[in-house]
Each structure stands twice: as structure tokens, then as C-alpha cells.
């Protein structure tokens, strides 16, 4: 074996140009499949990270009427929904899937937050307990967050957002100031931002519009303990639990809502809570971008294909030219087996060649395609190995009918060929 090998590079080495063309097929190939492979796995992963959190895992579980979100902006609170209570917010804390929870409330409010003459057209309000900053990927950036005694002696503070910081306070001096919600006086203590790792990466308008917002609504956070003084009435909160991992989302937005429909008295049977399932919506979203990126995969497919056409035309004109050779070692005793082990060699070697350069051609092309269309990439070693393993197969099956032939030759024949 050792020494076909080395015939097979000598070979190779002996026609440098012909070999380089010949393997030009199955590069392209491979490179087009590493390329398009990392891509399609790089875009996956961003819209997973985007989608679910960029690694907080964090799911929303709230009151569904149908297949709607019970909008208490303009319907009634029904009856037989009670509070969560800290026992069974203990309760929803005990699951595997779920490392922490938290309970919020939300309003989006119209003409309803004023700082002296600036307003917000639209905000979402936020009623927060003590652990949803934390739960749902969110830092104090300027200020401080909510203490104990805001919650317990109902402090009327509020934390603003960017938007609404830049919207109510353009010359940025916001600690401090009084800003009116629904009519009442709330001080800022502090301003909130996504942690970094909690961000989704924008890298065009459509990005922006999936990932982000679509009404470049502001945001506040008052303690959960004001919002019947704002609202005149208590409301049954949502919930948001930080799963252990991306893959137990789903599973902890479920237990979750289960939980809290075991606690459900109403007579509205649609009524129920549900954990938003981000993961799946991602899933999704990757099965598109997939199926797409599959065709283009079969395309480049095509170019192995000719590739390995390439190689079974050369190794033919291979064996042509050493008819001679060939017919001198089965008149020495070499086997059949030896003539189409050593042919076949060569055809596997030009090809594993081949494969190897489109595979670093690959990886290159996918970091090229990455930093000008910002497009993220993921190598996966996976399709490398594939690929050098794939390219080695082609060179085995294209070689075979001029390594077959080579080895069904007649001596006396072969050696009075010119």
C-alpha cells in the first residue's frame, strides 16, 4: 500500500498541470459544500441565539385567550385567576429545567409617560419583582436597581430604558428626575440595558425588524407592589423562568404553565397560560433558511460529480499511456489485484488531494463571505470530515472502471501496444 502511495504521488508530481486540473472539479466541490455548510450552520446558531435570548434562555409564560395574549388593556380580568403566590412560585423554581423565575406585569401605554413637556407616544410599562432584571438578562447601567425597601414601602421609582432615557431627557441627565406614569409621579433611580451576552446580533434591517422591534416603543420598570396604584386594581402577573439551558426551554415554559393552569378556576376553557416557545419559532425560521441553502448545496454538488468524471477520463488516458508498463508487470507475475489496487490508489490519492485543498478553500471562502456580507459562519468539523472522506470515495468509484480495465489487460497485448 505504502509503496502505491508513493507511486501515485509520482505520478501526480510527474504531470503537475494535468493533475491540477483534474482535481479543480473536486476542489470546487468541496469547497462550495464547506462554504455553504458553515453558513448554513453559522446563520442557524445566530437566529437560535437571537431568538431565544443569546443565552439567558430565558421563556415568557403568560394568560392566552385562544391562540391570543389576554390583553388587559381593554378586557376584564375573568374570574378564577388567582395571584401567583410565593408558594407556588417556589413550586415552579423546584423543576429541573428551571435554574430561577420571576413575576412581572405588562401594559403597552399610549400618551401615558410625560417628563415636564416631552412625552412618549408609546411604552411598554413594566411591574417587575426583585429577581426579573436578573432573570431575564437585564443591568443596571447608570443609577441603581430596585432595593428591598422600594418594594416593601412602596417607593415610587421607575428604571428607564435607552429609548425612553434619550425620548424624555435629550441632554442625558436622568438620575434623579421626576417623570409622570398614568398620571403619577415616579423618580428614576436608574437605567437598564440588555447585558451584552444577552443582545441579539443585528446585522441588517431585517435582522432589526425579527429580532428587536417593530414600533420603537420605549421601556420602564416600576416594583410590581405600585402597579395597583396605577392601575387601580390588582391583575394576575406573568412569568418568566430562566431555563438551564437553551434546549429545556421549551420543557420549562411547559412544566411551568402547567403549574400555573393546575391553579385555574375559570369557566372559559381557553383561557390557560402558555410559555412562549422561542425555540420552536427558531427552529423554524433554520428549517427555511435551510431548505434554501440545501438547493445550493445540491448545485455544488453537481461540480463533484463532474469532478469525478474528470478523474475516471483522466486515469483512462493514464491508463492508455502505460499499456506497456502495465503489460510488463503481469508479465513478471504481478496480479490483477496488484494492477487495480495501485490504479485505484492513484485516483483516491489525486482525489483525497483535491478534497483536502477545497477543504481549507472552503473554510477560507466561508470567512471571506462572512466579513463582507457579515454573514456569521460556524466551521463544522463534521463536513470536513465528510468532505475528505467523500473525496476519497469519488476517486474510488470513478477510478474503478480505468483501474478494472488496467488490470483485465492481456500481457502480450499490452506489450506490443506502441
Known sequence: MLEDIRLAFQGIWSHKLRSALTMLGIIIGIGSIIAIVSTIKGTNEQ????????????????????????????????????????????????????????????????????????????????????????????QITKGRGFSEKDFTTNRKVVLLDKTTATALFPDGNVIGKIIEVKGEPFTVVGMMARKENSQPVINSMEDYYRYVSTDGSGTICIPDTLWPIIYQYDEPQNLVVRATSTDEMTAAGEKAADILN???????????????????????????????????LWIASISLLVGGIGVMNIMLVSVTERTREIGLKKALGARKRRILTQFLTEAAVLTLLGGLIGVAGGIALAYIISAVSAVPVAISGVSILVGVVFSTLIGIIFGLLPSVKAANMNPIDALRSE
Open 47 to 138: 437566529i437560535k441565539k437571537n431568538l431565544v435570548g443569546a443565552g439567558n434562555n430565558a421563556v415568557n409564560i403568560q394568560l392566552y385567550q385562544g391562540d391570543w395574549t389576554l390583553d388587559l388593556s381593554y378586557q376584564e380580568v375573568p374570574d378564577g385567576i388567582p395571584e401567583i403566590s410565593d408558594r407556588v412560585l417556589g413550586e415552579i423554581q423546584t423543576l429541573d429545567e428551571v435554574e430561577s423565575a420571576a413575576l412581572y406585569h405588562r401594559r403597552n401605554e399610549y400618551d401615558a409617560v410625560y417628563a415636564g413637556s416631552q412625552k412618549l407616544a408609546s411604552c411598554n410599562i413594566f411591574g417587575i419583582d426583585s429577581n426579573y432584571l436578573d432573570a431575564y438578562g437585564f
Open 262 to 296: 393546575s391553579y385555574l378556576t375559570v369557566s372559559d376553557e381557553t383561557i390557560k397560560y402558555k410559555g412562549e416557545d422561542l425555540l420552536e419559532q427558531a427552529n423554524q425560521i433554520q428549517e427555511i433558511s435551510s431548505s434554501t441553502n440545501q438547493q445550493l
